[in-house]
Each structure stands twice: as structure tokens, then as C-alpha cells.
């Protein structure tokens, strides 16, 4: 779908390098979120943000830092990649406003593989 | 305890059946709830969202909430073979911009 593209789809990269994850958005959407999601863990939230520099952890933030420096990219950066972050990693976005616009719009993912 | 809990699944009927998902929530003030459709390999995708006590109709698509019991489900009429995909639960956290997923039960519709 148009209006959120994630970058790199695919990436395999060794341990204890670092590595950043792209998520770009069209809709200008305040809220940006990044969930890893594993086999019997559902989506997990990592960080997110709710406008331009301003971000907040998630249940799985350990090991991962977040940057928002424009309302259009959220920039996802493992510090030192361990195996435990191989995963798939998604993107949202939602506009946030009252009760009523709080879904979220996905992006098609990114899978991350530590070796 | 996890905060969204879902059936575990796998749910699996005949074409055409009535497949019922069902999900329960802890936070007492979540005010807006949601149901994802993942097909395998692929991003999650928004299908329904509640807000009101009651149901809620779109199409084969029924959404039921209960605040007072915290539950929310997801009823597909006359399922078809391409509604074979996960249902993932999601539930907005109150006063936080952040929704909490279940882990999501998998469908499975026989021809």
C-alpha cells in the first residue's frame, strides 16, 4: 500500500554490528510505531513516537534506540545486533485523534536475520 | 497475565460455517478495540474496529463488545477459504497512544 514503506525488506547481518531500519510514511500521521514480531509472541512494541523527536519505549525497547527528526521517518537501530533480535519487524503508523482514529496502518515488514 | 488474550487456536471450520474469534482485555478504561487479518508472509491489516457496547456489522464481519465482561469478538459469517489467515486482537491502552496486541488465533476455513 501506498503511504508507508519500510527499508530494507530483507537484511542479514553478523552479531554486534549495528544496524537501522527505515520506515517512511506519505500520510502525515502523528503517531509511528515499531513492533517486532515473533512465533508465539504476537506483536511486540519497541518504541514509538508521537511527533517529531518526541518517543517512548515499548515493552521490548532493550537493545534498540529510536529517531524521528522529521514527521515523515522513523528510523528503528539495533545497537549491537544480537541472534535474539531476528525477527520481523514492522512498522505503523495511525493519526491518533479522539476515540475514533486510533487503527493502525502497517507497512509490509522488514525480516532480520543475526548470524 | 498477559493484557490481551485471545482463543490459542488454530480454529479451524468448514466453508461457510459461522467462525467465532474471541478476545478479553484487562484495562477497565480501553475505550477503542481493533481486529487484524495477517495472511501468512504478509503485514497485518486492519478489518474492524469497535467502540460501543454492542455489535458492530460490516459485510461477513461482526465486532461485539462487552466493556462491563472485557470482551470483544469477531464473528465471519459464511466463511470462505480466503479468510484463512491469523485474527489478531488489538486493544488501545488508555491514556496512552499505543495499542496492545493478543497474540492472534489462526483460522483455517475448509473447503
Known amino acids: 500500500d501506498a503511504g508507508i514503506t519500510q527499508s530494507p525488506r530483507h537484511k542479514v547481518t553478523e552479531t554486534g554490528t549495528p544496524v537501522t531500519l527505515r520506515c517512511h510514511q506519505t500520510?502525515?500521521?502523528?503517531?509511528m510505531y515499531w513492533y517486532r514480531q515473533d512465533p508465539g509472541h504476537g506483536l511486540r512494541l519497541i518504541h514509538y513516537s508521537y511527533g517529531v523527536k518526541d518517543t517512548d519505549k515499548g515493552e521490548v525497547s532493550d537493545g534498540y534506540s529510536v529517531s524521528r527528526s522529521k514527521t515523515e521517518d522513523f528510523l528503528l537501530t539495533l545497537e549491537s545486533a544480537t541472534s535474539s533480535q531476528t525477527s520481523v519487524y514492522f512498522c505503523?503508523?495511525?493519526?491518533?485523534?479522539?476515540?475514533?482514529?486510533?487503527?493502525?496502518?502497517f507497512g509490509s515488514g522488514t525480516r532480520l536475520t543475526v548470524v | 497475565q498477559k493484557e490481551v488474550e485471545q482463543n490459542s487456536g488454530p480454529l479451524s471450520v468448514p466453508e461457510g460455517a459461522i467462525a467465532s474469534l474471541n478476545c478479553t482485555y484487562s484495562d477497565r478504561g480501553s475505550q477503542s478495540f481493533f481486529w487484524y487479518r495477517q495472511y501468512s508472509g504478509k503485514s497485518p491489516e486492519l478489518i474492524m474496529f469497535i467502540y460501543s457496547n454492542g455489535d458492530k456489522e460490516d459485510g461477513r464481519f461482526t465486532a461485539q463488545l462487552n466493556k462491563a465482561s472485557q470482551y470483544v469478538s469477531l464473528l465471519i459469517r459464511d466463511s470462505q477459504p480466503s479468510d484463512s489467515a491469523t485474527y489478531l486482537c488489538a486493544v488501545k491502552e488508555t491514556n496512552a497512544g499505543k495499542s496492545t496486541f493478543g497474540d492472534g488465533t489462526t483460522l483455517t476455513v475448509k473447503p
Open positions: 505503523a503508523i495511525t493519526p491518533g485523534q479522539g476515540t475514533r482514529l486510533w487503527g493502525y496502518t
Open positions: 500520510e502525515n500521521h502523528r503517531y
